[in-house]
């Protein structure tokens, strides 16, 4: 063994890897010159900055199904007193019991259609807040808010025997009966401008606060009739202040400010509900609701 390479085997065969390796990449840098020296066209790309615009089928929904799916079964609309009275309702516990809990039985009068759902999941709702149209005092619609579920037993005369199968408060004679609604809306619509000018005010939150503001639900008293359907991208707006003039003594109205943004995701004949999505200041019941700009889309879309 020569002692240049180390005086022994292993010194003998590294010496030799080192050879071959410095070898190879003379011959691969050679190769690369060699390439670079050849007369070949290339295509020439030029890239420049460009807008991507997606279908509406494409878009990123704006609303989250778990954001508003808990809410889908736990408020219901009724848009007339006829049709709130023709609507299931509780009329006592058995044994006439006035209070009734989770695992009862009670009694429903439940009109000609009980025969034919009795196997419909039934959410029990009690009837609570009476919408009226802000400036005439017209109805609107009743609200509805859930307390608890039942699913039915059987028949008894003109009656129909339920029983509790959750119970959030105690169930009391009036309360209402509404089959559950397992898919009761699409949630990847497209978000959209109205096609008309509407006017219109937040009538007030479900969940009982007067305060708005991002991911509160509101109600809102604008609906079918005024060209308002899910996806409905509108505008939120501080109600104008008054104030006196400290001269001439009367009442004058500022202007109100722009507050954000709402979009609805379900909508009756005169009333909509929908999720404030943007709020730079904050909203309550009252405040004014418009139809935005047009160009508002781009920032709900880019989402």
Same mark, same amino acid.
């Given at each position: ?44 790309? &030029? ?24 809410? %889908? ?23 006439? &019991? ?93 978000? &959209? ?9 937040? %009538? ?48 004058? &109205? ?50």
């Amino acid at each position: 063994m020569r002692a240049g390479y180390g005086g022994s085997a292993a010194g003998w065969w590294r010496g030799g890897m080192r050879v071959g390796l410095g070898l190879a990449l003379v011959a691969m840098v050679g190769s690369v010159y060699a390439a670079e020296e050849r007369d070949e066209p290339r295509e020439v790309v &030029h890239l420049s900055p460009r807008v991507r615009e997606l279908p509406p089928s494409e878009a990123v929904p704006t609303i989250e199904r778990q954001t508003v799916a808990p809410f %889908l079964n736990e408020y219901r609309l009724i848009d007339s007193r006829a049709t709130l009275d023709d609507t299931p309702y509780v009329v006592a516990g058995e044994e006439g &019991h006035q209070l009734i809990g989770s695992g009862d039985r009670f009694y429903v009068r439940a009109g000609e259609d009980a025969a034919r759902s009795r196997d419909v999941r039934r959410v029990i709702y009690r009837p609570g807040t009476i919408y009226h149209d802000p400036d005439s005092d017209a109805l609107l619609g009743f609200e509805l808010r859930a307390v608890g579920e039942a699913r039915w037993v059987k028949r008894e005369g003109d009656l129909d025997v339920f029983e509790v199968r959750e119970a959030r408060q105690e169930i009391r004679p009036g309360d209402r009966l509404l089959p559950y609604r397992e898919e009761p809306l699409s949630l990847t619509f497209s978000p &959209h401008v109205p096609d008309r000018a509407v006017d219109g005010e937040i %009538l007030g939150v479900p969940e009982g606060v007067n305060y708005v503001g991002r991911h509160t639900i509101v109600t809102l008293d604008l609906g079918r009739r005024n060209g308002i359907t899910p996806g409905a991208v509108l505008a939120l707006d501080a109600s104008p202040a008054q104030v006196s003039d400290p001269l001439e003594g009367d009442t004058l &109205h500022l202007a109100g400010e722009p507050g954000g943004m709402a979009m609805v995701f379900e909508s009756f004949e005169r009333v909509s509900y929908a999720l404030v999505m943007e709020a730079s200041r904050p909203l309550e019941v009252g405040d004014g609701v418009s139809t935005p700009e047009r160009g508002v889309l781009t920032s709900f879309e880019a989402r």
